[in-house]
């Protein structure tokens, strides 16, 4: 193979006349480029999904190795695993200008190693963790011939009826570009030649999230203030954190689909914002032009795209079937179709590659890192958390480790896979035995003096109470009762989307007889997307909301319900009392009649018929301790334009466990040129304190925490005053004070 290499390198530099080798990266780029026939360029702007697995719509196709011997196609998805990669690699070798494929895959919250799923890690707020997720992924992903991953998702979320809710760092903004940024961290490690990085991908750009009524694919109809503030800048920070390559969405803007919107593909993201990566469509998003009703055919739809500064076609074949016609049309520009290709070839270059293809295909290093037991511990750490402890009546929580008898009950104990929550991958050649179901995590926890009695109760779906019965006849017998219910993993995901997002079946009512035996009931709340469950919130004696944990599910439960991890995690996403509330977010503006209280109907902006607050907030969550603020100190009550104010606080752990805290800091800039929102997240810090501790915090509050886009779209701080927040949520607001921005 060695040898082969040599010979193209050989072959391109004798031809381009430069003998010597190449020096910077641009210098091989093009000489490559210089060799390539127009088909061979439009080849590496394809991309086919592997035979037998897909996650769109497939176009059947028996000579994709036809193809790939002929130059055709730049990169394959879905396609894992260090034989199967090869196999394919091995075709493009066989091309005549032996450029080596791309493999892309969806590692979305672990490759073998499952993760909690992306919105639950977000409630950690804890940026190590969730890049040491990504780092984990990058790890298994790539040893298994992976070189890139369709992640992460950036999408603001502010409707949980949209499934996709569970794939983002949920609502907020300046969480959300944190995390954007550890996450292309964690997976593009230090450089993309570590044999162990995967290129990320910034998707679903842009403003997806936005989907009316929450119904995915649907269309978005945004102000450019909204689109700047809300959502573009999580995709900023992943530029700024060096992503290698953006996503399309599939939702038009404003009447403009996302993978034919120039202004957003080729102004702002590789003009303004200097993205130097490749763009890749989403699955099938230029030919859906089509039905978006702004192409008349494939041809006009592939225009669009390559125009608009998409550079891979992601299954829908229009760029193959279509471009080289446009190119001999005088359509498209060779010149265009020439950046697409150095976008690409670039990438493959960095990645190492045109030095070695098979560099990701080592069957060992797949054997190794795929069953490394430090992916299990960092799995099990990330899960626990991202556990958000709801309610904890009379500190029924921790369960004491000498508790006789424990009834666990629910149709989600003794699930595996649901655990891996959707977007789990499929490894080649490993099932679901590894899978730390929540029954097994509890049996692993409690001494041999605890009694475990299970029954199932119900199913998930469905409205069969055969098993209450058993239920309440186990739940007897037992000093603690704890329930398992919620969502299967693919009620929310990718086409997804529910309106109805209560707990589904009769688990709720299965609850309810149960609480009727007097016995105290734990409640886990498994779930891809805030849920609607006022009967369990009201009457449950505790609640943890597990989300889909992962691998190490049953593990971290555990170490929860016991309090050998003290709960830390906090509501990433706005919890609605009723899907009459959505859009429900925290950082909404203020109304011109505001209601202050439930009470305050008459001609305010609130609901005849339903509270105006949310059942649980952004921000939100318990702990098995409590903390007291206290001592709030601003170096200034004015802040000169360039210069910047220092706030401290201290912060008090008042009970008996040692436990983290995330203390939240809000501004909001009471008079501007724009209405701006009743409280802005700017910063946070997730301290940890033992009992008794005390320990003084520090922000600092800069021009750029103050600004915002104006009407024009400039970023402008605006002279005036500011209230500024300290809490443990953003309805819980313990300190509070003011500062002037000066003229
Ligand atoms: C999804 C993307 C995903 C792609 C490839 C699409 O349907 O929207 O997020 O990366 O499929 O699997």
Not at 110 to 126: N, Q, V
Not at 543 to 553: P, S
């Amino acid at each position: 193979m060695i040898k082969k290499i040599a010979l193209i390198s050989l072959f391109v530099f004798s031809v381009t006349g430069v003998f010597s080798q190449p020096k910077t990266l641009d210098q091989k780029v093009d000489s490559v480029l210089s060799l390539m026939t127009l088909q061979e360029k439009i080849g590496q702007l394809n991309q086919y999904t592997d035979d037998g697995a897909a996650t769109g719509p497939v176009t059947v196709d028996d000579k994709k190795a036809t193809q790939i011997r002929n130059g055709e196609v730049g990169s394959l998805l879905n396609c894992k695993g260090v034989e199967r990669t090869r196999s394919w690699q091995e075709i493009a070798m066989e091309s005549r200008m032996k450029i080596p494929l791309l493999f892309g895959q969806d590692v979305i919250h672990g490759y073998k190693t499952t993760f909690p799923i992306p919105l639950a890690e977000s409630c950690s707020w804890d940026l190590k963790a969730i890049e040491l997720a990504a780092r984990v992924a990058a790890t298994e992903a790539s040893a298994s011939g992976i070189q890139w991953t369709f992640a992460p998702m950036v999408d603001i979320a502010r409707d949980p009826r949209w499934g996709r809710v569970m794939e983002g760092a949920g609502e907020d903004t300046y969480l959300g570009s944190l995390i954007a940024a550890a996450q292309v961290k964690g997976f593009q490690g230090n450089e993309l030649s570590d044999v162990n990085s995967v290129m990320a991908c910034a998707k679903h750009f842009a403003a997806y999230g936005a989907a009316i009524g929450g119904r995915d694919y649907n269309s978005v109809d945004i102000s450019d203030h909204t689109l700047w503030q809300v959502y573009l800048p999580p995709f900023k920070a992943a530029v700024d954190a060096g992503v290698a390559t953006f996503m399309t969405s599939f939702n038009t803007i404003n009447g403009i689909p996302s993978t034919g919107n120039k202004y957003l593909l080729r102004d702002v993201l590789k003009g303004k914002w200097g993205f130097k990566g490749f763009v890749v469509s989403d699955w099938g998003s230029i030919g859906e032009m089509i039905n978006h009703g702004v192409a008349k055919n494939g041809s006009d739809a592939a225009l669009l795209a390559i125009t608009a500064g998409c550079d891979m076609d992601m299954e829908s074949r229009d760029y193959k079937n279509h471009l080289a016609q446009l190119v001999k049309d005088k359509k498209v520009p060779v010149s265009l179709i020439d950046d697409a290709v150095r976008r690409i070839l670039r990438k493959k270059f960095e990645l190492g590659l045109f030095d070695d293809p098979y560099r990701y295909c080592n069957a060992e290093r797949q054997q190794k890192e795929l069953f490394n037991p430090e992916h299990d511990k960092a799995t099990r750490q990330v899960a626990e958390k991202s556990i958000v402890l709801l309610k904890n009546e009379n500190n029924l929580l921790p369960l004491s480790k000498d508790v006789k008898t424990i009834a666990f009950i629910g149709p989600l104990v003794k699930s595996l896979k649901q655990n891996k929550g959707f977007w789990d991958v499929d490894v080649p050649g490993v099932d679901s035995t590894f899978i730390v179901s929540q029954w097994q995590g509890l049996k692993n926890k409690v001494g041999k003096h605890t009694k475990l009695l299970y029954a199932k109760g119900c199913d998930i779906e469905g409205d069969s109470k055969a098993g209450f019965a058993e239920a309440v006849a186990v739940a007897k017998k037992a000093d603690v009762v704890i329930l398992s219910i919620g969502e299967k993993r693919d009620m929310s995901g990718e086409a997804k989307s529910r309106s109805n997002i209560d707990i589904p079946g009769v688990q709720e009512e299965l609850e309810k007889t149960l609480l009727a035996t007097g016995k105290p009931v734990v409640v886990l709340i498994n779930a891809g997307r805030p849920l609607v469950f006022n009967y369990t919130a009201d009457h449950a004696s505790a609640i943890l909301y597990t989300w889909w944990l992962g691998n190490q599910a049953g593990n971290a439960i555990a170490d929860v319900l016991f309090g050998d991890y003290n709960p830390s995690a906090k509501l990433t996403m706005t919890f609605p009392r009723s899907v009459g509330q959505i859009p429900i977010y925290y950082n909404h503006l203020n109304t011109g009649r505001p209601a202050t209280s439930d009470k305050d109907k008459n001609y305010r902006s609130s609901y005849l018929d339903l509270s105006i607050y949310p059942k649980y907030e952004f921000g939100y969550g318990l702990s098995y301790t409590t903390f007291k603020y206290s001592n709030l100190k601003l170096s200034s009550k004015e802040m000169k334009p360039d210069s910047s104010i220092e706030v401290s606080a201290t912060i008090t752990n008042t009970g008996k466990y040692d436990g983290e805290e995330i203390v939240q800091l809000y501004l909001r800039d009471l008079v501007a040129s724009l209405s701006r929102p009743v409280e802005e997240l700017k910063d946070f810090k997730k301290i940890f304190l033992k009992a008794g501790e005390s320990k003084t915090i520090h922000f600092t509050i800069d021009k750029d925490k103050l600004s915002f886009y104006n009407h024009d779209l400039q970023w402008v701080a605006e002279p005036g005053k500011f209230d500024l927040m300290i809490g443990a949520s953003s309805r819980d607001i313990r300190l509070k004070d003011s500062f002037e921005l000066a003229k």
